[in-house]
């Protein structure tokens, strides 16, 4: 089995309602984040940690994402007189090869991470979530990637959460092996706070063993009806190692709108071209006296 992760598969399968009524007709990962869809730059840390070969699941009759990652002869034709625009739009499609998996049945996380299975065949895995955007001087997976190439096993990020806000994550119980590192000792799905093992929440970045492919295909459900993810990597901890790394960095959850326009408005603050312009914008926004 390589040591090296070759592969990441991106979950990109759910329905978006937190988006509705925008993903009626637009899938969610592809509203924009300043001027890219939100699934650019998960591909975008995927390949700055060096992976080339990345699986995207969507949900059926979507094609945006395909259409975004292929070439676009049409458009790269309009921008001939164009050289930087035109160089910008080739780039995309040669990022990395893609492959595009449909989730036919809508079982939630855990069975969208299993269609995926025949693309990344029999070796460990990148997985990343597009609507957990995160900013960080070290990409997110790197930091996971360096925890592997330590000790290897299966690893989960997580980030503290506050109590009150625990429910809405997987949450893992752990022992301290260092700084920002733990063994995992079991994982629970979106505990209430009273029950939850720790302020430890997991966000969505991962590097799991392919064995977790065939504990989603036992099919437990989970509390919702669906396979969850959390569950089957909770199974593999009595055969395999699972470890946390505490991530350093602002996640985004941009998979609802309030979340979005925070990350919208970070990451504007933080671009040379329009920072200056935006900054005086909110100053005066925010100078106004209230109506
Ligand atoms: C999923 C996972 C959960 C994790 C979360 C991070 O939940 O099931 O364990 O904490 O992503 O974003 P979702 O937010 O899709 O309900």
């Known amino acids: 089995m390589p040591n090296v992760i070759r592969k990441a598969v ?7 309602t937190r988006f509705l009524p925008a993903t009626k007709s637009v899938q969610k990962e592809m509203l924009p984040l300043l001027d890219r869809p939100m699934i650019h730059y998960v ?32 458009l790269e034709k309009a921008l001939s007189k164009k050289p930087e625009l035109l ?42 979530l597009p609507d957990d955007i995160i900013d960080a001087e070290i990409p997110a997976l790197k930091q996971l ?10 690893i ?25 590192t733990y063994r995992v000792m079991s994982m629970t799905e979106k505990p209430s706070a009273d029950k939850a093992p720790s302020d430890l929440g997991i966000v969505g970045r991962y590097i799991l063993s392919p064995e977790v492919f065939r504990k989603l295909q036992v099919k437990q459900t989970g509390a919702l009806g669906e396979i969850p993810l959390t569950d089957a990597i909770n199974t593999l901890i009595s055969q395999e190692s699972v470890y946390a790394c505490e991530l350093t960095g602002t996640r985004f959850d941009v998979g609802n709108p309030l979340g979005l326009l925070k990350a919208s408005v970070a990451f504007a603050l933080k671009d040379k071209n329009i920072s200056g ?15």
């Open 10 to 16: 991106i979950t990109a399968a759910g329905m978006g």
């Open 156 to 180: 989960v990020a997580v980030q503290r959460v506050p109590m009150e806000r625990i429910s809405a994550y997987g949450v893992i119980k752990p022992k301290k092996l260092s700084d920002k």
């Open 43 to 74: 591909v975008e840390e995927a390949v700055m940690c060096g992976i080339r070969d990345i699986t995207v699941v969507t949900n059926a009759g979507k094609n945006s994402m395909q259409d975004y990652f292929s070439p676009s002869p049409a």
């Open 277 to 291: 312009e935006f900054r005086e914008y909110i100053k005066s926004l925010l100078s106004k006296p209230k109506d």
């Open 145 to 154: 990637l360096n925890v592997y190439g330590k000790l290897g096993g299966s």
């Open 87 to 128: 160089e910008q739009v080739r780039a995309i499609s040669k990022m990395a090869e893609f492959h595009f998996v449909q989730q036919t049945e809508q079982l939630g996380f855990g069975h969208a991470v299993l269609m995926a299975k025949d693309s990344i065949g029999n070796e460990p895995f990148a997985l990343l």
